[in-house]
């Protein structure tokens, strides 16, 4: 791809709640001298949110407005112009289907922050080999959806190798702790995937390796989900406590399989045996049969399209979200452990923690950013080594890890067993 383009970032579908924080993030944290535009359908939106960015950064250059409409010439016109492309314009199923095509065919990077796995299968089947021919690297679903399950994997994985010198088997990550909400184009994302998909195809989907462009082929079987866990979602991890399902946990699964996938014949592989779980953390065995067993009686409702008619009217419109002094005291806490694929009885492990002092929505604008900054001005990636294609956040490696550090995100591992804080190893870090 030219490096002499009139841009080296453009952001499409500013205006949205997801968008206006990427906004402000890239005008407060990138260099003074990127050159980039906010794009987006509404003008009065774009020039009202350019005007609170003057106001956020008043010795930055102004940043340009872009109208556009969403149809394939103007969409090839905008690629053109841009060395990147961040995307935040959702549902993706609706609305990101151009763009993301537009990028592929004209040589264009692209970062997303989709968690709209069906949609993403699609773009795959579509435009990864022609990203790959052009050069585009192109990684989707570089927000809460799912770099921190995919960072996280790449980080225990990468302990694991450096510290026993092998290949990682089990991982099981699960979310800790969480203070936060959904926007009004979270829940519109995820009523739109039941009008558009059938169940069977959604089913499909998320299964474990959807999105991987190889399949396993263990020489340890994997540990078998046991009943218990099966009827009552009754599961206690020693190191992280009881757990429960996590609904965000199978598109996780689908993007953390394509990054072992696609580091497979690499020296960075994940090895053969890995096997990869996520869970929500719960206090107690009660809690956790009641939070399962709601879910089984819950969902169903999602399925009759007068529940998804009602539901937008019950919370936030698509582009709006909880405001600024609702989300400022929000946080969310990662907590992983990863054992050796050795075939022994005893098993070394390591521990890995991600967690960030703020919202994740916020945290969704700083790793997009993070990532745009790997992708304009570094060149030493495993997405960098791929060239092109569709891509996952882990491509992005120990530089985007570094980066979020730099950006306030705690990554940590460490051996099991290494502290002294009793029952809670990252305790007071």
């Not at 009139?6 to 890239?26: C, H, M, R, S, V």
């Not at 102004?62 to 841009?82: C, H």
């Not at 026993?164 to 995820?190: K, M, N, P, W």
């Not at 046991?226 to 399902?245: D, E, H, P």
Request: with cysteine.
């Amino acid at each position: 791809m030219s490096t002499e383009r009139e841009y080296d970032l453009i952001l499409l579908g500013a205006t949205g709640y997801t968008g206006k924080l990427t906004a402000q993030y890239i005008s407060k944290s990138l260099p003074p001298n990127l050159k980039w535009a906010i794009a987006g359908r509404n003008k009065q939106k774009l020039e009202e949110l350019g005007q609170s960015l003057a106001a956020l950064c008043p010795s930055r250059q102004s940043v340009d407005t872009l109208v556009i409409k969403l149809n394939e010439s103007e969409l090839d016109s905008l690629a053109k112009r841009t060395r990147l492309v961040i995307s935040t314009v959702g549902p993706f199923q609706l609305y990101g289907s151009g763009t993301f095509a537009a990028c592929a065919r004209n040589g264009t990077h692209y970062l997303d922050c989709t968690g709209e796995a069906p949609w993403l299968k699609d773009m795959i089947d579509q435009h990864d080999i022609v990203a790959k021919a052009n050069g585009s690297i192109m990684i989707p679903c570089c927000g809460f959806d799912c770099v921190p399950s995919d960072l996280l994997t790449w980080v225990a994985v990468k302990h694991i190798r450096s510290n026993f010198g092998t290949h990682a088997g089990r991982l099981d990550l699960c979310i800790h702790s969480i203070q936060g909400g959904i926007s009004g184009g979270t829940l519109e994302s995820v009523i739109q995937a039941f009008e558009l998909y059938s169940i069977r195809h959604l089913y499909n989907i998320h299964a474990p390796f959807s999105l991987s462009p190889k399949r396993p082929t263990p020489k340890v079987p994997p540990k078998h989900t046991s009943l218990w866990t099966k009827v009552f979602g009754l599961l206690r991890i020693k190191q992280l406590g009881w757990m429960a399902y996590q609904p965000q946990a199978m598109v996780d699964r689908a993007i953390v399989h394509r990054s072992w996938g696609l580091l497979e014949p690499t020296t960075a592989s994940y090895g053969h045996d890995f096997d990869w779980h996520a869970w929500f953390r719960i206090w107690g065995p009660v809690l956790a049969v009641l939070w399962h067993l709601s879910g089984l009686m819950l969902a169903p409702w999602i399925l009759l399209r007068p529940v998804r008619k009602l539901l937008p009217k019950l919370w936030y419109q698509p582009g709006s979200g909880a405001g600024e002094e609702q989300i400022k005291n929000n946080w969310f806490e990662i907590r992983g452990v990863a054992e050796t694929d050795t075939s022994t009885q005893l098993k070394s492990r390591a521990l890995v923690r991600m967690r960030y002092e703020s919202d994740p929505y916020i945290f969704t604008a700083v790793a997009l950013g993070e990532a745009a900054r790997i992708l304009l001005w570094q060149q030493d990636t495993w997405a960098h080594k791929f060239g092109g294609g569709v891509l996952t956040p882990a491509m992005l490696g120990d530089r985007y890890v570094s980066q979020l550090r730099g950006a306030g995100v705690i990554i940590e591992a460490q051996n099991e067993g290494v502290s002294s804080h009793g029952n809670d190893p990252f305790r007071n870090k």
